[in-house]
């Protein structure tokens, strides 16, 4: 079974200062997608970034990038110029990108790391 | 981008009454929906997977008996908490996935509250 890994229950950052969340997973699958969602006090998830684990080149979206390292199963975060808006719970996702053999289309059910709660310090 | 609504957003009911949720899908059709639960400062928790026409799959744990999960058409799932009891008051959030894609879209979720 697959389980993701989040270590750092609380991280701080200074406003504007780079910070990065750590994620490391268990798989026996070699395709897989790894995500990062956040979730602000409203506490609706929302998805930071995407990474295919077919990739090679690790994603970026704006101000967040990821640091995926397929061999190691670690997959981080970083955040840049944090903003204030920025402070959220982080949860590292894993999900598997097999298809369910007797079925049409895939659970695509998503395992989640414990996650890590960001303070951003004006 | 693709919404996913649920309601109601708070909910208080008394213990031993049940209390039905509902999750769906705005502006896509949904084959499959998630249903987890969640307490403060942790993470999700999945419930159960339930795919439109079909029974739903429960996670280990979870009572099937007492989280009644219904998946009728490709926009709606509802999820029932029978006989509440206080310590089924939790944040549950429901996701969806879109037909053929690999991202999940997340409910706003709603507060459950049993005196």
């Known amino acids: 079974a697959q389980t993701v890994t989040q270590s750092q229950p609380e991280m701080s950052v200074q406003e504007a200062e780079t910070v990065t969340l750590s994620c490391t997973y268990d798989t026996s699958e070699s395709d897989y997608y790894l995500f990062w969602y956040k979730q602000p006090p409203s506490r609706q998830m929302i998805l930071v970034i995407r990474q295919e684990a077919y990739k090679q080149q690790n994603a970026t979206e704006n101000r967040f990038s990821v640091n995926f390292q397929k061999a190691a199963k670690s997959f981080s975060l970083k955040i840049s110029d944090s903003q204030l808006g920025d402070a959220a719970m982080y949860f590292c996702a894993y999900r598997s990108s097999k298809r369910r053999v007797y079925g049409s289309s895939n659970t695509g059910k998503l395992i989640f790391g414990q996650g890590t709660t960001l303070q951003v310090k004006p | 981008g693709a919404v996913v609504s649920q309601h109601p957003s708070r909910v208080i009911c008394k213990s031993g009454t049940s209390v039905k949720i509902e999750c769906r899908s705005l502006d896509f059709q949904a084959t499959t929906m998630f249903w987890y639960r969640q307490f403060p400062k942790q993470s999700l928790m999945l419930m159960a997977t339930s795919n439109e026409g079909s029974k739903a799959t429960y996670e280990q744990g979870v009572e099937k008996d007492k989280f009644l999960i219904n998946h009728a058409s490709l926009t709606l799932s509802t999820l029932t908490v029978t006989s509440a009891h206080p310590e089924d008051s939790s944040f549950y959030i429901c996701?969806?996935?879109?037909?053929?894609?690999?991202?999940?879209?997340f409910g706003p979720g709603t507060r459950l509250t049993v005196t």
């Open positions: 996701s969806a996935n879109g037909q053929g894609g690999y991202e999940q879209y």
